[in-house]
């Protein structure tokens, strides 16, 4: 697996990083609801998400599974309008680039 980088990156460095074709990686914004974004827009939360369904896919946890807790955890995080700090995937609750740490999956 590639290595967590800080920055902003292309989905090109994702898949990089990720060792994962650009394919296979283009469905999981899909399959998530995750945003999509063009150009060099990808922040290291953003891989960081990746690589976590990336790696939770090695073991034998369907991707329904992933994409079902991800979604409670969303509707969670909405409810009660959580932050909780050390998660490297928050701004991917708000679908924006934000500093602002909250829950992961």
């Known amino acids: 697996m590639g290595v967590l980088i800080n920055g902003i990156h292309t989905f090109a460095d994702l898949a ?26 990808y922040s290291s939360s953003y891989l960081a998400f ?3 369904v990336v790696h939770l896919r090695t073991l ?21 309008h959580a932050d909780s700090t050390g998660s490297p995937t928050c701004p991917l ?5 934000s500093r602002k740490p909250c829950l992961s999956l």
């Open 93 to 97: 609750y708000r679908g924006k680039i």
């Open 16 to 41: 990089k990083a990720l060792n994962r074709s650009r394919v296979y990686l283009l469905g999981l914004p899909l399959r998530f609801e995750l945003p999509t974004f063009e150009g060099e827009s």
């Open 60 to 80: 034998p946890i369907t991707e329904e599974t992933l994409r079902d807790l991800w979604h409670i955890e969303k509707k969670l995080f909405v409810l009660r």
């Open 50 to 52: 990746i690589q976590m």
